[in-house]
Protein backbone atom coordinates (compact mmCIF):
# COMPACT_ATOMS: atom_id res chain seq x y z
CA UNK A 1 0.00 0.00 0.00
CA UNK A 2 1.62 3.33 -1.09
CA UNK A 3 1.30 6.04 1.64
CA UNK A 4 2.47 9.50 1.36
CA UNK A 5 2.55 11.41 5.07
CA UNK A 6 3.15 15.40 4.63
CA UNK A 7 4.19 17.02 7.61
CA UNK A 8 5.59 21.13 8.56
CA UNK A 9 2.51 22.82 8.47
CA UNK A 10 1.86 25.25 10.90
CA UNK A 11 1.30 29.08 11.67
CA UNK A 12 3.55 31.24 11.23
CA UNK A 13 3.58 35.21 10.05
CA UNK A 14 4.32 36.97 6.83
CA UNK A 15 8.25 36.51 6.03
CA UNK A 16 8.59 33.69 8.37
CA UNK A 17 9.98 30.20 6.79
CA UNK A 18 9.06 26.99 6.92
CA UNK A 19 10.34 23.51 5.70
CA UNK A 20 7.61 20.62 4.66
CA UNK A 21 8.68 17.19 4.62
CA UNK A 22 6.68 14.16 2.68
CA UNK A 23 8.00 10.76 3.14
CA UNK A 24 6.77 7.73 1.22
CA UNK A 25 6.29 4.65 1.84
CA UNK A 26 5.16 1.32 -0.34
CA UNK A 27 6.85 2.51 -3.29
CA UNK A 28 10.38 2.01 -4.79
CA UNK A 29 10.69 6.54 -3.94
CA UNK A 30 13.43 6.71 -6.58
CA UNK A 31 11.51 5.75 -9.68
CA UNK A 32 9.26 8.24 -9.20
CA UNK A 33 9.60 12.32 -9.63
CA UNK A 34 7.43 13.83 -7.20
CA UNK A 35 5.72 17.45 -6.96
CA UNK A 36 3.81 19.38 -4.45
CA UNK A 37 0.47 21.35 -5.20
CA UNK A 38 -1.35 23.66 -2.69
CA UNK A 39 -5.02 24.44 -2.06
CA UNK A 40 -6.39 27.73 -0.48
CA UNK A 41 -9.87 27.69 1.14
CA UNK A 42 -12.26 27.87 -1.99
CA UNK A 43 -10.31 27.21 -4.32
CA UNK A 44 -8.68 24.42 -6.42
CA UNK A 45 -5.45 22.49 -5.81
CA UNK A 46 -3.03 24.36 -8.03
CA UNK A 47 0.87 23.06 -8.96
CA UNK A 48 3.81 24.44 -6.58
CA UNK A 49 6.65 22.41 -7.84
CA UNK A 50 8.16 19.40 -8.77
CA UNK A 51 11.45 17.13 -8.89
CA UNK A 52 12.69 14.44 -10.91
CA UNK A 53 13.64 11.37 -9.48
CA UNK A 54 17.20 12.12 -8.65
CA UNK A 55 17.09 15.86 -8.19
CA UNK A 56 18.46 17.39 -10.63
CA UNK A 57 15.71 18.94 -12.16
CA UNK A 58 13.42 21.29 -10.38
CA UNK A 59 10.32 23.54 -11.63
CA UNK A 60 8.15 25.96 -9.82
CA UNK A 61 5.15 27.49 -10.61
CA UNK A 62 6.03 31.68 -10.97
CA UNK A 63 3.88 32.29 -8.05
CA UNK A 64 6.75 30.89 -6.03
CA UNK A 65 9.95 30.80 -7.77
CA UNK A 66 12.82 32.38 -6.09
CA UNK A 67 11.24 31.73 -2.82
CA UNK A 68 10.32 28.19 -2.13
CA UNK A 69 12.96 25.26 -2.71
CA UNK A 70 12.03 21.30 -3.50
CA UNK A 71 14.58 18.96 -2.80
CA UNK A 72 14.81 15.48 -2.05
CA UNK A 73 16.91 12.20 -0.08
CA UNK A 74 16.50 9.13 -1.34
CA UNK A 75 17.67 7.63 1.26
CA UNK A 76 15.01 8.45 3.31
CA UNK A 77 12.35 8.32 1.17
CA UNK A 78 11.34 12.27 1.54
CA UNK A 79 10.76 14.99 -0.66
CA UNK A 80 11.38 18.74 1.09
CA UNK A 81 9.89 22.48 0.57
CA UNK A 82 11.49 24.81 2.05
CA UNK A 83 9.43 27.67 1.66
CA UNK A 84 11.02 31.17 2.77
CA UNK A 85 9.17 34.64 2.56
CA UNK A 86 5.86 33.54 3.53
CA UNK A 87 3.10 35.58 2.18
CA UNK A 88 -0.41 35.70 3.30
CA UNK A 89 -1.74 34.23 -0.17
CA UNK A 90 0.62 30.81 0.50
CA UNK A 91 -2.01 30.16 3.14
CA UNK A 92 -3.04 26.41 1.62
CA UNK A 93 -3.07 22.78 2.46
CA UNK A 94 0.41 21.40 0.93
CA UNK A 95 0.13 17.83 -0.82
CA UNK A 96 2.92 15.91 -2.15
CA UNK A 97 2.31 13.37 -4.95
CA UNK A 98 3.92 11.19 -7.70
CA UNK A 99 4.69 12.81 -10.61
CA UNK A 100 2.11 10.48 -12.27
CA UNK A 101 -0.09 12.04 -9.87
CA UNK A 102 -1.57 8.74 -9.15
CA UNK A 103 -0.84 8.97 -5.14
CA UNK A 104 -1.71 11.36 -2.95
CA UNK A 105 -1.06 12.87 0.88
CA UNK A 106 -3.30 13.66 3.33
CA UNK A 107 -1.98 17.58 3.16
CA UNK A 108 -0.51 20.28 6.02
CA UNK A 109 -2.05 23.15 6.71
CA UNK A 110 0.17 26.26 6.17
CA UNK A 111 -1.32 29.51 7.49
CA UNK A 112 0.45 33.13 7.16
CA UNK A 113 -0.55 35.58 9.07
CA UNK A 114 -0.26 39.23 7.69
Known amino acids: QVRLVESGGGLVQAGDSLRLSCTAS????????MAWFRQAPGKERVYVAT????????RYADSVKGRFTVSRDNAKNTVYLQMNALKPEDTAVYFC???????WGQGTQVTVSS
Open 97 to 103: TTDSRAY
Open 26 to 33: GLTFRNYG
Open 51 to 58: INWDGESR
